[in-house]
């Protein structure tokens, strides 16, 4: 059995990507990890799009609560949500390539803020998400 220091994030997120077959529909890529922080990317596809022509929010949720849950689980401590609220922005559209980037604002001991800014191609902010964890104190590798 692995000893839990000897875990890093990105082998906890990798483990955990394995395993997210959501994410994995939603395509996204993982382009960096760090302890209390990721940052991912992903393609709009045209079934992600509303009746109004425009990407469905909860797919940029979606996007966003990916960044988050990979940037306070890194760990290796497993953290599920508590809260989480999403500002939407600017409208997205097919083809675009969203960038989630997840930030720790505090590390606590049973539990974690984190600020998520998602983008699209031109770097434009399309959206700002905030989510709060807990912490389980169980491991996930």
């Given at each position: 059995?692995?000893?839990?220091?000897?875990?890093?994030?990105?082998?906890?997120?990798?483990?955990?990507?394995?395993?997210?077959?959501?994410s994995?529909?939603?395509?996204?890529e993982?382009?960096?990890?760090?302890?209390?922080?990721?940052?991912?990317?992903?393609?709009?596809?045209?079934?992600?799009?509303?009746?109004?022509?425009?990407?469905?929010g909860?797919?940029?949720?979606?996007?966003?609560?990916?960044?988050?849950?990979?940037?306070?689980?890194?760990?290796?401590?497993?953290?599920?949500a508590?809260?989480?609220?999403?500002?939407?922005?600017?409208?997205?559209?097919?083809?675009?390539?969203?960038?989630?980037?997840?930030?720790?604002?505090?590390?606590?001991?049973?539990?974690?803020?984190?600020?998520i800014?998602?983008?699209?191609?031109?770097?434009?902010?399309?959206?700002?998400?905030?989510?709060?964890?807990?912490?389980?104190?169980?491991?996930?590798?």
């Amino acid at each position: 059995m692995n000893n839990e220091k000897d875990i890093n994030a990105k082998e906890v997120v990798k483990h955990m990507m394995q395993h997210d077959l959501f994410s994995q529909w939603l395509g996204i890529e993982v382009l960096e990890i760090k302890e209390g922080y990721s940052k991912i990317k992903m393609t709009i596809r045209s079934e992600m799009i509303n009746g109004l022509g425009i990407i469905h929010g909860g797919v940029t949720f979606s996007l966003a609560d990916s960044a988050f849950a990979f940037a306070c689980n890194n760990r290796n401590n497993l953290s599920v949500a508590l809260d989480t609220s999403i500002n939407f922005l600017k409208p997205v559209h097919v083809n675009d390539t969203l960038t989630a980037e997840a930030k720790e604002i505090h590390n606590g001991r049973s539990t974690g803020l984190y600020h998520i800014s998602i983008t699209n191609q031109h770097h434009q902010e399309v959206a700002i998400f905030k989510g709060t964890c807990f912490r389980t104190n169980k491991t996930l590798i």
